[in-house]
C-alpha cells in the first residue's frame, strides 16, 4: 500500500499495519481475520455493511488485493488455533532417586534467627518512639553442591524475545544460556519454554497455573543499552523477582549463572516471620520490609512479614519500629518473634522464636547505635536516595538527582557503621558513586543509568543479588557479601554448550520463570 491514503480510507489494525479500508474489508469479508503482513489474530475488526453485489453480474466484484492475500495465506504459516489459557499436558513428576549423603546435624539445617535492638538499654524514666528492632534471618548451608538430590526440585519457564533485534550474538548466547540451564537441572526438575516476537508460542510443556501458582517470582534480564527496563523492572516487581541489567555481551553467562544458582539452592520456602508485644505497653508502629509484604494488626500488637523462597546462605534483615512507654522496670521484653518455615527437602514445617529485651536502669550513659541497626538503616536511606534521584531524573532535573545523591554519601560517610569501616557502607557509596556518573547526563542515563539504578532498586527491595555493568564482575553489592555457594558453583562452571538432556515442565512446588528481553530499536529504553 502506499504511504498516504492518496483520497482513500485507512485502517490501522492493532498490530500497527496500515492499510487501505477497502482493501482489507474485502479480506475480511471472506472470512479473513489475521494480518497479511505479521500473521496477527485481530480481536477487533472493521464494521462492515453488507457486501455489494454487482447489479449486472449478481457477484461480488473481484479484487486483486484479496487475490494476492489469499496466494500469500497459501505459503504463510497459519496458526489455526490460539494459545489455550491452560494446558494438562505435562509430563509427571519423576521421583528422585536415593543418595548416599554426609549426615547433617538438626542446627546445620535450621534458619538462622537474630535480634539486634537499636540499644541494648534506655533509662526507667525515658519513654522511645520509633525505637529499632532488627530481625536477621539467615538461610542454612546446601547440604551438597555436587548431588541433585540433595536440593529440592524446581521447575522453571524460560520466556525469550526471539524477534529480529535478537539476531546474531544475541539469541547465539540465548542459546547457550538454555543449553546451561538445561545441563544443570536434574531429572526432578521441570522445564518449559515459551518465545514471543509479534506472538507468544508455547515450545514446550507449559505447566497448569493454579490459583497460588499464578504469582510466581520472574526473573527479568535487560541486554544492551535499547531494552526498556521500565518495563522489565515493572514485571519483576510486580511478581517479587529481580531484574538485572547486561551492559555487555560478555556479561551474560556470570549474571544468568547466578540467577540460576539461586534457583537451584532454594532450601527454604513459605517464609513468614510473626511479632507479638510482650510488654503491655510497647506498640508496634512499623515494619520495614521492602519489596515483602507486611501487615500491622489494627490494635499495634501484632504484625508479620511474608518472606516466602531463600536460597541458601540467604540473609533478611526487617526493621522494626516501636514504641517503649516509661517503665520502673529493670529488664524490659518488648517483641516475640516467631519465624516459620518448610524445609524445602524434608518438606517439615520449622519454627524459631526469639524474644527482644531491653535493660532498663535509672541512670543510663550515652550509648552508641548498634552497628547492625545502623547498617540497615543505612541499606533502607540508599534505596530511598535512588529512589528519589530517579524521579528527579525523570522529569530532567539532572543536577537534582546527583545532589541528592551527594547529599545521601555524605551522610552515609558520617555514619556509625562506615566511621567503623563497615564493608557494606564502602559497598554502598561505592554504588552510589556509579549512580550519580551515570545521571550526569540524559544520554547515559537512557542508554545505561536508567537500568542501572532500576536492577539495583530491584536487589535492595528483595535484598537478592542482581547482575549490571559492563563486566561479569560488575554485581550488586549483594553478589560479594552474600552469595551463596550453588551460584559460585554455576559461575565457576564453563559447560554452556553441552548436550542437551531430557527436559520436563509442569505444576510443582518451586516455581519461578526467567524472562529474556530486548525489544527492537525503535522502543524507548
Known sequence: MKPAGCGHALFTAECSHMFHFHCISSSIKHGNSLCPVCRAKWSEIPLLSPPAFDVTLGQAQANPVVDFVSQVHRYLPLYRDEEPAAFNDDEPIVLQSETVQIPQTESDRRVELRTYPEFSAIPQSSSHEDFTILIHVKAPHPTSTSVQSSRAPIDLVAVIDVSGSMAGTKLALLKRALGFVIQN???????????????????????????????????????????????????????????????????????????????????????????????????????????????????????????????????????????IPRSQQETTMLVKVNCA????????????????????????????????????????????????????????????????????????????????????????????????????????????????????????????????????????????????????????????????????SGHREGKHMVFFRRPKRDQKG
Open 341 to 504: 518455615y518448610k524445609d524445602s527437602r524434608t518438606k517439615e514445617r520449622v519454627e524459631l522464636q526469639d524474644e527482644v529485651t531491653i535493660q532498663g536502669p535509672k541512670f543510663c550513659a550515652d550509648q552508641e547505635v548498634s552497628i547492625e541497626v545502623d547498617r540497615e538503616w543505612n541499606r533502607l536511606r540508599a534505596a530511598e536516595a535512588m529512589s528519589t534521584a530517579r524521579l528527579a531524573v525523570e522529569r530532567g532535573a539532572l543536577t537534582e538527582a546527583v545532589s541528592v545523591l551527594e547529599e545521601f554519601r555524605k551522610k552515609l560517610s558520617e555514619s556509625r557503621a562506615a566511621i567503623s569501616g563497615d564493608q557494606f557502607c564502602l559497598a554502598l557509596d561505592a554504588e552510589l558513586k556509579q549512580l550519580q556518573e551515570r545521571t550526569a547526563d540524559h544520554q547515559r542515563y537512557r542508554t545505561t543509568g536508567r537500568a542501572y539504578m532500576l536492577s539495583g532498586l530491584s536487589s535492595h527491595s528483595m535484598q537478592r543479588a542482581t547482575a549490571r555493568g559492563n563486566r561479569p564482575t560488575v554485581l550488586t553489592l549483594l553478589v560479594s557479601i552474600r552469595r551463596n555457594p550453588w551460584s559460585t558453583w554455576c559461575t565457576d562452571r564453563r559447560c554452556w554448550a553441552g548436550p542437551s538432556l531430557e527436559v520436563r
Open 185 to 323: 537441572l536434574g531429572p526432578s526438575d521441570r522445564l518449559s519454554v515459551i518465545a514471543f516476537s509479534s506472538m507468544a508460542r508455547r515450545l514446550f510443556h507449559l505447566r497448569r497455573m493454579s490459583e497460588i501458582g499464578q504469582r510466581i517470582p520472574i526473573h527479568a534480564f535487560g541486554f544492551g543499552t535499547d531494552h526498556d527496563s521500565t518495563a522489565l523492572h515493572s514485571i519483576a516487581e510486580t511478581s517479587s523477582g529481580t531484574f538485572s541489567f547486561i551492559e555487555t555481551e560478555s556479561a551474560i553467562q556470570d549474571a544468568f549463572a547466578q540467577c540460576i544458582g539461586g534457583l537451584l539452592s532454594a532450601v527454604v520456602q513459605e517464609m513468614q516471620v510473626k511479632l507479638e508485644c510482650s510488654d503491655p505497653g510497647v506498640l508496634l508502629n512499623s515494619l520495614k520490609s521492602g519489596g515483602y509484604d507486611n501487615q500491622v494488626d489494627t490494635d499495634s500488637r501484632r504484625g508479620s512479614i511474608k518472606v516466602g523462597d531463600i536460597y541458601a546462605d540467604e540473609e533478611r534483615d526487617f526493621l522494626v519500629l516501636v514504641n
